[in-house]
């Protein structure tokens, strides 16, 4: 080119090289950072999906997805996943894209998604789009996790068969002689976070807590969150006919067709527990259905009180979608 031409023919000293690459690197660096990803939070059955639709074809990107069941290609019902209408509206991610049979991680998520950004989405577009209510999963991407090492096959096997063996009772005084102080903060209820800590302990020989830093990591593009929020008879109303809705499409019939998986850790979910207790004879459809609705209204609780603590989100009915997208088009702007 004319301009490789006249560097070329020019008198250039060695300084103004460096001088050269240091500008391309500080330009460089600057357009990376103006990189920004949009995620979309909020709790079940509050209407992210639709909304996430209607923003991902206002900007002309593909969607994220961080629900952290609708990756399991089995269970589209059970998961309220994006529907194959809706997948060919806008293209998604991480979708259907695992089986129940897979282990699957937060951590792992966050690798998956990073490389996603970094290597394909940041290179045709400088945003990208997230939406899910999975909130390690969110957080995992936006404030990285800690590396903490996967469990191999055996280990696991290994502490699953002692979990149905021995109980939990028993782990948790295994847990709290190996690692006291995580002991002290566990849920001591949630089985899975207490046999994950043991597992932990006995393949690295180390402790669990050695494992946490909880430092947030320094990401290479910013991120603008929008929280989706209803009052809470709103909100009930819709999870209950969510529910209704889900039978309609044939919940128990999905059930049925992973019932002899239904101890994976996959289906350890709100919908398919209770709907196994029915296929198991230990309640009626009615008691599921309510079961299941009123399961879901606590998880969505508990989602609500993890996002309140983020004070980074702005929070919007899901019907003010003129209002959202004015938001993200200024804060793209600034």
């Known amino acids: 080119s004319d301009w490789s031409s006249d560097v070329c023919s020019s008198d250039l000293t060695p300084t103004s090289f460096i001088n050269i690459q240091t500008i391309t690197l500080q330009t460089s660096a600057t357009i990376l950072m103006e990189k920004k990803l949009i995620v979309i939070v909020g709790p079940t059955g509050v209407g992210k999906t639709e909304l996430t ?40 991610y991480f979708v259907g894209n695992h089986s129940i049979d897979d282990y699957y991680s937060a951590s792992m998520f966050e690798s998956d998604v990073m490389n996603l950004l970094t290597n394909k989405l940041f290179i045709d577009s400088h945003i990208a789009l997230m939406s899910g209510g999975s909130m390690m999963y969110i957080d995992a991407v936006c404030n990285g996790i800690d590396d903490i090492p996967t469990i191999d096959d055996q280990t696991r096997t290994l502490m699953k068969q002692r979990l149905e063996n021995e109980g939990l009772e028993r782990l948790l005084e295994e847990l709290k002689m190996l690692d006291p102080e995580h002991w002290a903060i566990v849920d001591k ?12 302990c006995y393949m690295t020989g180390k402790t669990y807590t050695s494992f946490r830093t909880n430092k947030k990591k ?113 804060r793209l702007s600034d």
Not at 56 to 83: C, M, V
Not at 189 to 200: G, S
Not at 229 to 256: F, H, K, P, W
Not at 277 to 302: H, M
Request: net charge positive; with cysteine.
């Open 189 to 200: 209820k949630n089985y899975r976070r207490v046999v994950h800590a043991l597992e932990i």
């Open 218 to 330: 320094k990401r290479p593009f910013d991120v603008i969150k929008i929280g989706l929020t209803r009052n809470r008879e709103e909100l009930y109303s819709r999870i209950n006919e969510r529910v209704l809705t889900m039978m309609d499409q044939g919940l128990i019939e999905e059930a049925m067709s992973v019932y002899d998986k239904r101890n994976l850790n996959s289906l350890n979910t709100v919908g398919f527990k209770e709907t196994f207790e029915f296929l198991d004879g230990l309640t009626t459809i009615d008691q599921a259905i309510f079961k299941i609705q009123s399961n879901s209204r606590k998880y969505c609780r508990k989602q609500q009180t993890w996002f309140k603590r983020d004070d980074t989100i702005r929070w919007f009915h899901p019907d003010n979608i003129k209002e959202i997208i004015n938001y993200i088009d200024d």
């Open 53 to 92: 639709l209607r923003i991902a074809e206002h900007l002309a990107t593909p969607i994220i997805n961080s629900d952290s069941r609708q990756i399991f290609k089995e269970i589209p019902i059970g998961t309220a996943a994006p529907t194959k209408e809706q997948q060919k509206r806008v293209k998604h």
